[in-house]
């Protein structure tokens, strides 16, 4: 391998894996203020491209965008009102389940809607053939979208969580729910806006990575997964964990893609029960002892 | 009391005469190769039931155990060995008495492993695979084996579309019957209807035995103490993890089992078989059926496996199934099949409890 595949690889690597950071840091939201992890995370994405797709006939990109952005923050906040918040005293695998089966439906009715086609968003800037070359290596535009992108959602929820108010509600109800209550926060209204929010994301993610990738209503799960992998990988609840741990799944797999394409796919879910045999609490996890094990 | 568990079995076993002779009655005896499928898959359901009811922890990839064991048998039974007959090896399988000579429906001459062989394969192979994933994940919680079951399922799904020797898109197709002994066979053709018929409930009837003894006994007390309370039942001595894996061992051999069968019946299987989406369709009749509840997983796995072979459900299957398992979890989440008066009777007890 000469440097300009290197180059490519490591890029192509870095650019999926930063997607999977995204993902696992939806993960976490939700997980941090209810302790479910949403089987329907990898949906927001596909949802949020398809609703961009769809628009961009209509309205201008960056609009088709933030309105694809706006349609999948109200799904996800929808859903917790509708199927999550009503269920008192649930035990966890019952509300994980409910996420499992709204997985299903939301897929079932993206096929209604949008048909099996695979599709594409435009690229963001100058068409599919456009490239800079790096290295030797010719590297696609929206490769930089995608990476900027990113680290734009990340400093920005970083940002969130740590100066306004809200984010610190939410952080507080992540830390003790009723200590939060106590304190005067609504923590209802902080878990459906963990789910808005991991949905926005969610749905951003999806429309940068789109035009990369290319979008089909079946992809959520395959997301989820790698997603799911991320944030264990990372800690589950450590969002800069998972942007380490995305960077180095994307590029894990882009080492073994460069071998053999067909094995890509296995490399999540080895990583996964790796990871789940010795290290439970994540690769950055400074005790030994993880808080999953039940026993 | 041990013997009134059996009650129930011996009264489905008349139920199924009677369900015979009203089919040949009315003259839709056809209904029988519904109800045969139908009768594989709630294999898969039974077994799930143990795992998500007794043991309190959800798979989302059970459609991949019954494909693994649906795709080792039509692989094994359909590979043809007689370009390489003369190898040692394959000299040595033939004198051991695990491979057949048959002839496909072109009339070309075959030689195969045996549906026996390949059942016991298709076996071994699922246990492996369960035991590595079970291993890992089953002591941490919930969530954690579901993922990592999901995972597995897309895992074999993509394996199976993108494999040659598995047929791809098209999977596998013209595999034998299953000669089980004598005359009896595993055969999907109208002449063998009713045959099968009986040979599937005496499968699915072994399974329901099989699983209430284990509901019934010390394992499964255990089982219900690590669902009640998991560190309580830890701290009593109950090796939670060991019972924990040994159900999911288990239920992923009935899905094996249910693949194999399935898939000689039919005379073929199909990626379709792997996909996620039948994953949850199990965990949704499970839900349905009433989590802790193995006749009524079994019945709505029958039932409702039925409806959608017969094609009730359209082009909705998928959806209604998911719909399903989203209203079962809001607001029945103990099943349709309780009986109310008994429910009632516990909310009692439990209420005067708190008093």
Same mark, same amino acid.
């Given at each position: ?22 993902v696992a840091?939806g993960f976490n939201i939700i997980y941090?203020?209810t302790g479910i992890i949403n089987f329907a995370q990898g949906e927001f994405l596909i949802v ?24 999948t923050?109200?799904l996800g906040?929808l859903m917790e009102l509708v199927f999550i918040r009503p269920v008192?005293?649930a035990s966890v695998l019952r509300l994980i389940v409910i996420t499992i089966g709204l997985s299903i439906v939301i897929r079932e009715v993206m096929l ?46 970083? !940002? ?31 878990v459906?806006?963990s789910f808005?929010?991991s949905a926005?994301?969610g ?6 990575? *789109? ?6 209503y079946d992809m959520g799960a395959p997301l989820a997964i790698k997603g799911f992998t991320?944030a264990i990988?990372?800690?589950l ?10 960077? &180095? ?5 882009? &080492? ?12 999540s879910i080895?990583?996964l029960?790796?990871?789940l ?19 | ?9 011996? /009264? ?11 089919? /040949? ?16 898959y709630? !294999?898969v359901v039974?077994g799930l039931c143990l795992l998500m009811g007794?043991a309190g922890q959800a798979s989302i990839g059970h459609a991949g155990f019954f494909a ?20 040692? &090896? ?43 994933i079970?291993?890992?994940v089953i002591?941490l919680k919930g969530h954690y084996l579901a993922m990592a079951t999901l995972g597995f399922g897309l895992i074999v799904y ?25 005359? &009896? ?14 040979? /599937? ?15 019934? *006994? ?9 669902h ?20 999911f061992?288990?239920s992923a051999?009935?899905a ?16 379709a078989e792997a996909h996620v989406i039948k994953s949850v369709r199990y965990v949704a009749i499970v839900a349905v059926g009433g989590m802790a509840?193995?006749?009524?997983a079994?019945?709505m796995g029958?039932?409702l496996n039925?409806?959608s072979?017969?094609?009730?459900f359209?082009?909705f299957d998928e959806t209604i199934f998911g719909g399903i398992l989203i209203l079962m979890m809001l607001f029945a989440p103990q099943g349709l ?19």
């Open positions: 391998m000469d440097l300009s595949q290197i180059v490519q690889y490591g890029l192509s690597g870095i650019t999926v894996g930063s997607i999977y950071a995204i840091i941090a203020t949020g491209a398809m609703t961009a797709i769809s628009l961009s006939h209509f309205v201008p990109l960056p609009v088709a965008i933030a309105g694809a952005v706006l349609v923050t109200v906040g008192k005293n209604h809607l949008w048909d099996e086609t695979v599709r594409s968003m435009p690229y963001f800037t100058g068409t599919a053939v456009s490239t800079v070359t790096i290295l030797g290596a010719g590297v696609s535009l929206q490769v930089f979208w995608v990476l900027g992108v990113s680290a734009v959602i990340v400093t920005a929820l970083t !940002l969130f969580f740590r100066y306004t108010l809200t984010g610190r509600a939410m952080r507080a109800c992540a830390d003790d729910r009723m200590a939060a209550r106590l304190c005067g926060i609504n923590d209802r209204r902080m459906t806006l808005m929010l926005g994301i749905a951003l993610a999806g429309c940068v990575i *789109s035009p990369v990738t290319q979008t089909q991320v990988l990372g800690g609840g450590n969002s800069m964990g998972a942007v380490a741990a995305g960077l &180095l799944l994307g590029l894990l797999e882009a &080492l073994v893609t460069s071998q053999s394409s067909a094995y890509k796919e296995a490399v080895v990583v029960l790796l990871i045999v010795f290290r439970p609490s994540g690769l950055f996890a400074r005790h030994g002892i993880s808080a999953l094990r039940t026993a | 009391m041990r013997l009134r568990m059996y009650y129930p079995v011996l /009264a489905t076993a008349v139920l199924i005469v009677l369900l015979h002779l009203v089919l /040949a009655q009315t003259e839709t005896t056809y209904y029988m190769t519904q109800i045969t499928m139908s009768a594989y709630a !294999l039974i007794y693994i064991g649906g795709y080792t048998a039509a692989v094994l039974t359909t590979y043809n060995l007689n370009p390489v007959k003369d190898t040692p &090896l394959v000299a040595r399988l033939q004198s051991l008495g695990l491979t057949m000579h048959w002839q496909d429906i072109y009339g070309a001459d075959i030689l195969s492993f045996t549906p026996w062989a390949a059942f016991g394969a298709a076996l071994l192979l699922t246990g492996v695979i369960a035991l590595v079970g291993a890992s002591q993509r394996i199976a579309l993108g494999t040659p020797v598995l047929g791809r898109a098209d999977g596998v197709s013209n595999v034998p019957p299953f000669h089980l002994f004598s005359d &009896l066979q595993v055969n999907g053709r109208a002449a063998f209807r009713v045959q099968n018929y009986y040979i /599937a409930w005496v499968v699915v009837l072994a399974a329901m035995v099989l699983a209430l003894n284990l509901v019934h *006994s010390r394992v499964g007390r255990a089982l219900r103490s690590i009640e309370n998991e560190e309580a039942a830890h701290s009593l001595g109950v090796n939670t993890y060991r019972y924990k894996l040994a159900v061992l288990l051999i009935f094996a089992i249910g693949g194999v069968l399935l898939t000689h019946y039919n005379g073929s299987i199909g990626p509840n193995l006749w009524g079994m019945v029958i039932f039925f409806l072979l017969r094609g009730v359209g082009s099949l309780r009986v109310p008066r008994l429910r009632a009777l516990t909310g009692l007890r439990a209420r005067r409890k708190h008093a």
